[in-house]
Protein backbone atom coordinates (compact mmCIF):
# COMPACT_ATOMS: atom_id res chain seq x y z
CA UNK A 1 0.00 0.00 0.00
CA UNK A 2 1.36 3.75 -0.57
CA UNK A 3 0.09 6.17 1.92
CA UNK A 4 -0.94 9.76 1.26
CA UNK A 5 0.98 12.48 3.01
CA UNK A 6 -1.12 15.82 3.58
CA UNK A 7 0.85 18.70 3.94
CA UNK A 8 0.23 22.30 5.20
CA UNK A 9 -2.61 23.91 3.08
CA UNK A 10 -0.39 25.76 1.26
CA UNK A 11 1.17 23.25 -0.63
CA UNK A 12 -2.24 20.34 -0.48
CA UNK A 13 -2.01 17.18 -0.95
CA UNK A 14 0.70 15.01 -1.35
CA UNK A 15 1.81 11.42 -1.82
CA UNK A 16 4.40 9.38 -1.09
CA UNK A 17 5.27 5.63 -2.06
CA UNK A 18 6.16 3.22 0.78
CA UNK A 19 8.47 1.43 -1.33
CA UNK A 20 11.33 4.39 -2.67
CA UNK A 21 9.52 7.32 -0.71
CA UNK A 22 8.87 9.11 -3.79
CA UNK A 23 6.90 12.25 -2.96
CA UNK A 24 4.01 12.96 -5.96
CA UNK A 25 1.74 16.49 -6.00
CA UNK A 26 -0.39 15.41 -8.41
CA UNK A 27 -2.40 11.97 -8.47
CA UNK A 28 -2.43 11.00 -11.69
CA UNK A 29 1.18 9.99 -11.62
CA UNK A 30 0.78 8.89 -8.06
CA UNK A 31 -1.72 6.37 -9.29
CA UNK A 32 -0.07 5.13 -12.47
CA UNK A 33 3.36 4.57 -9.95
CA UNK A 34 1.42 2.68 -7.74
CA UNK A 35 0.55 0.22 -10.04
CA UNK A 36 3.95 0.13 -11.65
CA UNK A 37 4.87 -0.78 -7.78
CA UNK A 38 2.29 -3.49 -7.40
CA UNK A 39 2.84 -5.16 -10.64
CA UNK A 40 6.27 -5.38 -9.11
CA UNK A 41 5.79 -6.35 -6.00
CA UNK A 42 3.72 -9.41 -7.40
CA UNK A 43 6.27 -10.17 -10.05
CA UNK A 44 9.24 -10.48 -6.86
CA UNK A 45 6.99 -13.11 -5.65
CA UNK A 46 7.46 -15.22 -8.67
CA UNK A 47 10.19 -17.52 -9.31
CA UNK A 48 11.20 -15.61 -12.03
CA UNK A 49 11.24 -12.80 -9.38
CA UNK A 50 12.76 -14.49 -6.55
CA UNK A 51 15.78 -15.95 -9.06
CA UNK A 52 16.14 -12.35 -10.18
CA UNK A 53 16.30 -10.95 -6.92
CA UNK A 54 19.22 -13.88 -6.00
CA UNK A 55 21.26 -12.86 -8.93
CA UNK A 56 20.75 -9.31 -8.59
CA UNK A 57 22.25 -9.74 -4.85
CA UNK A 58 24.73 -12.34 -6.14
CA UNK A 59 26.10 -9.53 -8.30
CA UNK A 60 25.93 -7.20 -5.84
CA UNK A 61 28.12 -9.38 -3.62
CA UNK A 62 31.18 -9.96 -6.34
CA UNK A 63 31.60 -6.39 -6.37
CA UNK A 64 31.91 -6.54 -2.73
CA UNK A 65 28.56 -4.36 -2.32
CA UNK A 66 25.56 -5.67 0.58
CA UNK A 67 22.79 -6.31 -1.23
CA UNK A 68 19.98 -3.92 0.11
CA UNK A 69 16.45 -5.10 1.11
CA UNK A 70 13.88 -6.67 -1.22
CA UNK A 71 12.14 -3.21 -1.16
CA UNK A 72 14.82 -1.72 -2.40
CA UNK A 73 15.09 -3.60 -5.70
CA UNK A 74 11.76 -3.12 -6.34
CA UNK A 75 12.89 0.48 -7.51
CA UNK A 76 16.20 -0.10 -8.64
CA UNK A 77 16.91 0.55 -12.32
CA UNK A 78 18.16 -3.03 -12.79
CA UNK A 79 14.71 -4.65 -11.44
CA UNK A 80 13.42 -5.05 -14.99
CA UNK A 81 17.12 -5.87 -16.37
CA UNK A 82 17.95 -8.93 -14.09
CA UNK A 83 13.70 -10.33 -15.00
CA UNK A 84 15.17 -10.36 -18.15
CA UNK A 85 18.22 -11.98 -17.67
CA UNK A 86 16.48 -14.20 -15.77
CA UNK A 87 14.34 -15.20 -19.00
CA UNK A 88 17.27 -15.09 -20.41
CA UNK A 89 19.26 -17.82 -19.11
CA UNK A 90 16.01 -19.98 -19.41
CA UNK A 91 15.69 -19.49 -23.25
CA UNK A 92 19.41 -20.20 -23.60
CA UNK A 93 19.65 -23.16 -20.45
CA UNK A 94 22.90 -20.90 -20.09
CA UNK A 95 25.32 -23.05 -17.89
CA UNK A 96 26.36 -22.11 -14.37
CA UNK A 97 24.42 -18.61 -14.48
CA UNK A 98 26.51 -17.75 -11.19
CA UNK A 99 30.07 -18.34 -12.73
CA UNK A 100 28.65 -16.27 -15.65
CA UNK A 101 28.02 -13.35 -13.17
CA UNK A 102 31.23 -13.55 -11.52
CA UNK A 103 32.74 -13.50 -15.22
CA UNK A 104 30.64 -10.45 -15.85
CA UNK A 105 32.44 -8.90 -13.04
CA UNK A 106 35.92 -9.57 -13.61
CA UNK A 107 35.06 -8.22 -17.66
CA UNK A 108 33.63 -5.22 -15.74
CA UNK A 109 30.22 -5.72 -17.87
CA UNK A 110 27.38 -3.91 -16.71
CA UNK A 111 24.22 -6.09 -16.31
CA UNK A 112 22.10 -4.04 -19.28
CA UNK A 113 25.26 -5.64 -21.38
CA UNK A 114 25.01 -9.62 -19.97
CA UNK A 115 22.22 -10.60 -23.09
CA UNK A 116 24.57 -9.37 -25.97
CA UNK A 117 25.27 -11.95 -28.38
CA UNK A 118 28.70 -11.46 -28.74
CA UNK A 119 29.13 -11.35 -24.52
CA UNK A 120 27.22 -14.78 -24.55
CA UNK A 121 29.51 -16.17 -27.10
CA UNK A 122 32.68 -14.82 -25.25
CA UNK A 123 30.67 -16.94 -22.35
CA UNK A 124 30.46 -19.76 -24.15
CA UNK A 125 34.36 -19.84 -25.16
CA UNK A 126 35.09 -19.31 -21.47
CA UNK A 127 33.57 -22.42 -20.70
CA UNK A 128 35.06 -24.11 -23.24
CA UNK A 129 38.57 -23.59 -21.33
CA UNK A 130 37.48 -24.79 -18.35
CA UNK A 131 37.72 -28.49 -20.24
CA UNK A 132 39.55 -30.48 -22.17
CA UNK A 133 38.81 -31.54 -25.76
CA UNK A 134 38.29 -34.88 -24.54
CA UNK A 135 35.89 -34.40 -21.83
CA UNK A 136 33.94 -31.72 -24.14
CA UNK A 137 33.90 -34.78 -26.60
CA UNK A 138 32.61 -37.27 -24.03
CA UNK A 139 29.74 -34.96 -22.61
CA UNK A 140 28.38 -34.63 -26.53
CA UNK A 141 29.04 -38.19 -26.76
CA UNK A 142 26.80 -39.11 -23.85
CA UNK A 143 24.15 -36.74 -25.15
CA UNK A 144 24.03 -38.40 -28.78
CA UNK A 145 23.70 -42.01 -26.46
CA UNK A 146 20.48 -40.37 -24.75
CA UNK A 147 18.87 -39.39 -28.01
CA UNK A 148 19.85 -42.31 -29.90
CA UNK A 149 17.59 -44.33 -26.76
CA UNK A 150 14.82 -41.97 -26.79
CA UNK A 151 14.24 -42.65 -30.20
CA UNK A 152 14.95 -46.14 -29.92
CA UNK A 153 17.51 -46.32 -32.73
CA UNK A 154 21.44 -46.60 -34.00
CA UNK A 155 23.52 -44.66 -32.50
CA UNK A 156 24.97 -43.97 -36.39
CA UNK A 157 21.25 -42.93 -37.38
CA UNK A 158 21.79 -40.07 -34.09
CA UNK A 159 21.50 -37.04 -36.55
CA UNK A 160 18.26 -37.86 -38.43
CA UNK A 161 16.34 -37.53 -35.37
CA UNK A 162 18.04 -34.08 -34.50
CA UNK A 163 16.45 -31.20 -35.59
CA UNK A 164 18.56 -27.85 -36.47
CA UNK A 165 17.47 -25.85 -33.15
CA UNK A 166 17.72 -29.11 -31.07
CA UNK A 167 21.80 -28.66 -32.18
CA UNK A 168 21.77 -24.90 -31.35
CA UNK A 169 19.67 -25.37 -28.36
CA UNK A 170 22.48 -28.07 -27.58
CA UNK A 171 25.62 -25.79 -28.75
CA UNK A 172 24.60 -22.95 -26.80
CA UNK A 173 24.47 -25.03 -23.57
CA UNK A 174 27.68 -27.06 -24.70
CA UNK A 175 25.79 -30.43 -24.04
CA UNK A 176 27.31 -30.27 -27.69
CA UNK A 177 30.55 -29.56 -28.46
CA UNK A 178 32.37 -28.56 -32.00
CA UNK A 179 35.56 -30.72 -30.66
CA UNK A 180 32.53 -33.42 -31.81
CA UNK A 181 30.62 -31.63 -34.29
CA UNK A 182 33.39 -30.41 -36.26
CA UNK A 183 34.98 -34.04 -36.05
CA UNK A 184 31.62 -35.79 -37.42
CA UNK A 185 30.71 -36.58 -41.31
CA UNK A 186 26.86 -36.88 -40.91
CA UNK A 187 26.94 -33.54 -38.69
CA UNK A 188 28.73 -31.84 -41.90
CA UNK A 189 25.97 -33.74 -43.86
CA UNK A 190 23.05 -32.68 -41.97
CA UNK A 191 24.94 -29.04 -41.60
CA UNK A 192 24.94 -28.68 -45.95
CA UNK A 193 21.69 -30.59 -46.80
CA UNK A 194 18.87 -30.02 -44.22
CA UNK A 195 19.60 -26.88 -42.57
CA UNK A 196 18.21 -23.89 -43.55
CA UNK A 197 20.52 -20.83 -44.41
CA UNK A 198 19.47 -18.93 -40.90
CA UNK A 199 20.29 -22.07 -38.70
CA UNK A 200 23.87 -22.00 -40.85
CA UNK A 201 24.01 -18.79 -39.60
CA UNK A 202 23.53 -19.29 -35.94
CA UNK A 203 25.60 -22.24 -35.58
CA UNK A 204 28.67 -20.60 -37.82
CA UNK A 205 27.73 -17.56 -34.88
CA UNK A 206 28.17 -19.98 -31.99
CA UNK A 207 31.04 -22.60 -33.59
CA UNK A 208 32.93 -19.70 -35.27
CA UNK A 209 34.98 -22.70 -37.33
CA UNK A 210 37.75 -19.91 -38.07
CA UNK A 211 38.42 -20.37 -34.23
CA UNK A 212 38.25 -23.63 -33.56
CA UNK A 213 40.63 -24.59 -36.75
CA UNK A 214 43.62 -22.89 -34.40
CA UNK A 215 42.20 -24.54 -31.74
CA UNK A 216 42.27 -28.10 -33.41
CA UNK A 217 45.66 -27.59 -34.58
CA UNK A 218 46.86 -26.88 -30.99
CA UNK A 219 45.63 -29.65 -30.00
CA UNK A 220 46.21 -32.51 -32.47
CA UNK A 221 46.80 -35.94 -30.69
CA UNK A 222 43.12 -35.07 -28.98
CA UNK A 223 41.37 -33.70 -32.63
CA UNK A 224 42.90 -37.89 -34.01
CA UNK A 225 41.35 -39.29 -30.71
CA UNK A 226 37.96 -37.56 -31.27
CA UNK A 227 37.64 -38.39 -34.84
CA UNK A 228 38.26 -42.41 -33.83
CA UNK A 229 35.57 -42.01 -31.71
CA UNK A 230 33.03 -40.61 -34.25
CA UNK A 231 34.13 -43.35 -36.61
CA UNK A 232 33.41 -45.84 -34.12
CA UNK A 233 30.06 -44.37 -33.31
CA UNK A 234 29.26 -44.57 -36.84
CA UNK A 235 28.28 -40.57 -37.11
Not at 186 to 199: A, H, S
Request: charge should be positive; proline fraction near 5%; include cysteine.
Amino acid sequence: MLVMVTQQRTTGARWTCKYCHKVFVLENRYLAHEYKQMKREAELKTPNGQTAWHYYSLWLRQMKRMPPPASTFLSSKFFRTFINFVKFTKSVDLPKPEKFIWLMVQKNYPPTMWMNDDVYVMYIEFIDRQFTPIEQAKISVETLCAIADKHEIALEDVFTVIKGHDIIQMLRTRRLSPWLLLNSRKFRDLYLNDLTTEQRIIIDQLVRPEYWADKKEAHGDAVTTIRAITKEMGI
